[in-house]
């Protein structure tokens, strides 16, 4: 009898250890897991794993196709969804996450894994590399990386010198996504811009880690434009063009505890470029640190531009260390030289508030105001700025400060000096 008892034992135990690796074996390709964006438990969420459709890691075979099956399947499935983009390096071309979606708001992208960019820009048929696009309610996450592979094309950006130049591919763009969150995502360089928020409604970005080499060309860290209520808080960003660039149309804008450099600082504009712009209105940047930048906190406009307003505008608790042009607002914005400067700007810049800005500044030339002729800067207020010279002239003690076409109010410590 003792040898039957075990013999049920040991066939039990068979069984038991057959049926967990059946189960094993079987939860590599069963869709449902139970996990929230944290890794908590959530009951009923489906994963669609990139490796299921066909993706390849490792980096050398294109998995561009594989990314948009898997895609669709989440979009359209009719339960919790979850984009998983596991660890390892995937090379991928032109995607777009299209919306609308049919699954319950919101739908989760995980990126684990590192994404290569095609490097061939004949392959790409717009300046874009991947897009998320109209979706309302999204949630790009993971701690992954966007590798844009840009210093394979950078010295084909003639953009400086040419009116007419081929845009290069913008590494990650958010087209009409309302209530969207990108968070703890690391892009490398760009081709052309990081990060582009474009025509969204309630999008959050923190946690993110933004870097290029500072020559590279035109790797602005994020360009928001046509946005409204777009929140950016707790990023590294080092590039080299502006870290934060905020367009046309852009309102209600809150940058929270970014840090800069180098690159080319934090930017309102360039505005009045082109025909029929709409107004930038309620932008706050505060808590923030610069360094090593090439301007510090600017406002730039085209000459002869359009009619347009910049208007309720605070740049409060702010440290620069070596910055260039830490305070300036340039009217006269012109990068393809003085040709265009003929005409003053019509955007009208009003409300703008600096408050506690503090640190050094590489230029001997600290504050530098250059409004428009035509339509001067209104209340342009200064408060308690500290900025001390850190620049290579010997002869330089202070730094100085100018203004042009603007009124101007000044209050607390005041270094430089106010203009007069």
Not at 90 to 99: C, E, R, W
Not at 100 to 108: E, G, H, L, Q
Not at 283 to 291: C, D, Q, R
Request: charged share 15%; with cysteine.
């Amino acid at each position: 009898m003792a040898i039957i008892a075990r013999q049920i034992v040991f066939y039990l135990f068979l069984l038991g250890s057959l049926a967990l690796v059946s189960c094993r074996a079987n939860a590599a390709f069963h869709p449902v897991v139970r996990r929230s964006v944290g890794g908590g438990p959530v009951p009923g969420e489906t994963i669609f794993n990139v490796l299921q459709y066909g993706a390849k890691p490792g980096g050398k075979k294109e998995s561009t196709e594989a990314f948009m099956q898997a895609w669709v399947a989440a979009c359209h499935w009719r339960g919790k969804a979850r984009l998983l983009i596991p660890q390892g390096d995937f090379l991928i071309g032109q995607v777009t996450f299209q919306g609308p979606c049919n699954c319950p708001t919101p739908i989760i992208v995980e990126v684990a894994g590192n994404l290569k960019a095609v490097t061939d820009i004949s392959e790409y048929s717009s300046p874009e590399w991947v897009t998320f696009e109209d979706i309302n309610g999204l949630i790009v996450t993971g701690g992954g990386t966007f590798d844009g592979q840009g210093d394979s094309v950078w010295q084909y950006n003639d953009c400086g010198s040419n009116s007419n130049c081929q845009l290069l591919p913008t590494s990650i763009k958010f087209n009409s996504i309302t209530n969207g969150n990108l968070r703890g995502i690391k892009s490398v360089n760009a081709k052309s811009f990081h990060i582009a928020i474009n025509r969204c409604d309630r999008f959050r970005a923190f946690g993110l880690r933004i870097t290029a080499p500072e020559d590279s060309p035109n790797t602005d860290g994020i360009h928001i434009s046509s946005s409204n209520f777009v929140k950016v808080s707790k990023t590294k960003i080092s590039t080299g063009d502006d870290c934060i660039s905020i367009g046309q149309g852009s309102t209600n804008i809150s940058i929270n505890k970014v840090t800069c450099g180098p690159g080319h600082g934090i930017s309102i504009g360039s505005l009045g470029k082109y025909q029929d712009e709409k107004d930038v209105v309620g932008i706050i940047v505060k808590n923030s640190t610069l360094l090593n930048t090439d301007n510090g906190l600017r406002i730039k406009t085209w000459p002869g531009s359009p009619p347009s307003e910049a208007k309720g505008i605070l740049f409060q608790d702010i440290i620069m260390k070596n910055v260039k042009n830490p305070i300036i607002i340039d009217q006269l914005y012109c990068p393809s030289g003085s040709a265009c400067r003929s005409q003053p700007s019509k955007v009208k810049i009003s409300n703008i508030h600096y408050r506690n800005i503090r640190g050094s500044s590489y230029s001997p030339l600290g504050v530098n105001l250059m409004c428009s002729p035509e339509y001067p800067c209104q209340n342009v207020e200064l408060f308690d700025i500290n900025l001390q010279y850190s620049g290579p002239q010997k002869k330089v003690s202070d730094v100085s400060s100018s203004c042009s076409n603007a009124k101007v109010g000044f209050g607390g410590m005041q270094i430089p000096p106010p203009c007069k």
